[in-house]
């Protein structure tokens, strides 16, 4: 009988010890796998932090290269009401140094029949002398307005260098009033 035993005990120990391996074995894995995942949310964050840094540099903010604009709307108003005499009920300027925004607000109705019209103005508020004296290296983005203001009309877009256009004036006749 004790030979029944003591071979009983030699199994039980031999279960117990590869129970202990595969338990240690176990622990050194997982040991293994958190450091791996410690890693993998380490990196990710320092790609998110470059990622963050990057937004912040192409989008910018306050920067000193591309400061808030300092332009007087009356004196874009006053330009586009020499040109067009009536019709124009305000002007609005917006955007940044380097990308200027002029909304143009007309008391026409959004018809084809005042479609040319609008987009002269539109040409004439994309080469606003106003604004390309405060900055000569800029884009103009200007749009016109009718009275109810859905939508706008038309639009042009221009790019200056030391205030000489750097390429064709785009504009564009909304669909709508055509």
Known sequence: MSDTSDE????????????????????????????????????FAAMCALFAATCVAILGGDTPEDPPL??????????????????????????????????????????????????????????????LRAYPSTSIDAYVWPRGEGFYMTRASAFYVNGALDAPIDSYVNDVIQ
């Open 8 to 43: 009983e005990l030699e199994v039980l120990k031999e279960i117990n010890e590869r129970q202990k391996r595969e338990e240690d074995e176990k622990a050194a894995k997982i040991a293994s796998n958190r450091r791996a995942a410690k890693g993998c949310l380490i990196g």
């Open 70 to 131: 300092t332009i007087d709307e009356s004196a874009v108003l006053a330009e586009m009401q020499g040109a067009f005499e009536s019709n124009i009920t305000r002007v609005k300027v917006s955007g940044r140094a380097s990308r200027v925004r002029v909304d143009v607000y007309t008391d026409f109705y959004p018809d084809r029949d005042v479609a040319e019209v609008a987009r002269g103005m539109a040409l004439i508020a994309a080469q606003s002398s106003a604004v």
